[in-house]
């Protein structure tokens, strides 16, 4: 048995409009999107924190494929092309990064990694976050690009447990 009211959830179902690749495509293009999204976590680099990351030779490694799909991407979008450019230099590029925990900037070079496929965050990195911020392996680190402000955002989204101590008894 329908209700008036399921009738009217249907009349109101039938005006939502179906896109094609074409219009989403063009919106992509645009930077706009009139889809309604619930919910679009903002972290869309995260990363659980490898010994590497941590230790003295101090540097964030985040995979080509990300920097490519979440940096990259949103740099051409927005005319930097000079940056996309210098990342594979072997300068880098100085940017900005705003640490969410702390309310508070720091400027990081970005550059191709020399023997790998991936891309780092040095120059201050192991003072700046890892020694300040107390960061260990195993901790998981969020970062987003914001073309608005022109920085990147960065945040610990979770902390690894703390490893047990072990005593020996005897000696």
Not at 52 to 62: F, G, T
Request: some cysteine; hydrophobic content about 35%.
């Amino acid at each position: 048995m329908c209700t008036y009211e399921d009738d009217s959830i249907s009349k109101n179902l039938k005006k939502f409009r179906f896109y094609t690749k074409e219009e989403e495509a063009e919106e992509e293009l645009n930077g706009v999107c009139t889809k309604l999204k619930l919910y679009d976590d903002p972290w869309k680099i995260k990363k659980v924190l490898e010994q590497s990351d941590v230790n003295s030779l101090c540097r964030l490694m985040i995979s080509k494929r990300l920097v490519k799909q979440h940096i990259v991407k949103e740099w051409e979008r927005a005319g930097r092309f000079e940056d996309v450019r210098r990342l594979d230099d072997r300068d880098g590029v100085l940017v900005k990064v705003w640490d969410c925990d702390r309310m508070k900037e720091f400027v990081l070079t970005m550059k191709k990694h020399g023997s790998t496929d991936c891309y780092v965050f040095c120059t201050n990195w192991r003072r700046q976050f890892v020694s300040e911020r107390e960061l260990k392996k195993g901790d998981e680190i969020g970062l987003f690009w914001c073309r608005f402000s022109g920085r990147f955002f960065f945040s610990v989204l979770d902390r690894a447990p703390d490893q047990p101590v072990y005593y020996l008894q005897g000696f």
